[in-house]
């Protein structure tokens, strides 16, 4: 089917995705094209691969969510085992070295904090980060290694979930925030005991507002598209900014505030004070965000 007839399906919402293992990312989008026949589809966050669980995915007008979402936090399940490194710092890669050095829980409970907060982390050669225009995992693909600069992350907490000193593999519950790769603390934590580590398993649990409890899976997405149950699969839009307090129009405001006019701080109905609002028109409908400015009420991002 052409690109163009995928354009009118008139669709809007979010589908949270159960991300299946072996599916990059874009694998999902693509194939939620072809199931709702329309190609205005983004993400809320790339996964590995070899990752599974919570996908955002935004469909028609909602894709203007994927930039501005205001819940950045994501939480993870990785698995690890200590005693090796790999270059691509999980086990699909080449292992590079290995270690025969015990380690107990409490000697990796003891360093956890100091991966936690705001830390400083080099972005692993195969993501697909760029550098120059050049994603690192195609360089990296080539044989190619370049210099990464250290970028900023935050990691609210880490926990040891379980661990198993014979056979030195365990799991990390880990919340963080946007662009933290759980495969690069893993490896840093590795480091840090003295027998490397690399990451064996990785579910996200949290993203973007929502848990892996509200993911549907490809199989469940694909049967109700074929029943031709497309839109009960997508829940608001305004879910999505669920954090921030509504803004009610009345049936005048919402016509001016469709043509851009700006209104009074007596025209608007907030139900707290706030700098960032739902704005809602007069039939409930969610028409974006709107804040005081100057003074006034102004449109910040549209979704009518």
């Known amino acids: 089917m052409s690109a163009k007839k995928y354009q009118d399906s008139g669709l809007c919402g979010i ?25 205005r589809i983004g993400h809320g966050g790339t996964l590995d691969p070899m990752a599974t669980g919570v996908l955002p995915v935004f469909v ?46 409490d000697e990796i409970t003891a360093v956890l904090l100091e991966f936690t907060g705001e830390i400083m982390q080099i972005p692993p050669m195969f993501s697909a980060v760029k550098i120059d225009g050049k994603k690192l995992c195609d360089m990296a693909r080539r044989g190619e290694t370049v210099e990464r600069k ?11 979930a379980a661990y198993d000193e014979a056979s030195r593999e365990g799991v990390f519950r880990i919340d963080c925030g946007k662009g933290t790769y759980v495969r690069t603390i893993i490896d840093d ?21 929502f848990s892996l409890e509200e993911c549907l899976t490809l199989e469940r997405i ?34 001016m505030y469709k043509n851009g006019v700006r209104l009074r701080r007596e025209q608007v ?25 100057n003074g006034e009420f102004v449109s910040v991002k549209n979704f009518f």
Do not use: H
């Not at 934590?189 to 507002?209: C, F, H, K, N, Q």
């Open 15 to 39: 589908i949270p995705v159960m991300k299946p293992q072996g599916w990059t990312s874009f694998d999902v989008v693509a194939k939620l094209r072809g199931l709702l026949k329309t190609r």
């Open 60 to 105: 028609g007008k909602a894709a203007k969510c994927c930039d501005i979402l205001p819940d950045k936090r994501k939480s993870y399940t990785a698995g690890f085992r200590l005693g090796e490194k790999t270059d691509t710092l999980d086990i699909t890669g080449n292992i590079l070295s290995r270690s025969d050095k015990s380690v107990s829980a």
């Open 222 to 255: 694909a049967k109700s598209c074929a029943a031709g149950r497309e839109s009960d699969l997508l829940l608001p839009t305004d879910l999505a900014f669920r954090v921030y307090p509504e803004a009610r129009l009345g049936e005048r405001e919402t016509a």
């Open 269 to 293: 109905e907030l139900s707290r004070e706030a700098e960032t609002y739902r704005v809602c028109g007069a039939d409930g409908e969610f028409l974006g965000l709107g804040g005081m400015k």
């Open 150 to 160: 250290p970028r900023r992350v935050f990691v609210e907490s880490i926990e040891l």
């Open 189 to 209: 934590i590795g480091e840090r005991l003295g027998a490397g580590g690399v990451m064996t398993s990785l579910s996200r649990t949290y993203s973007g507002g």
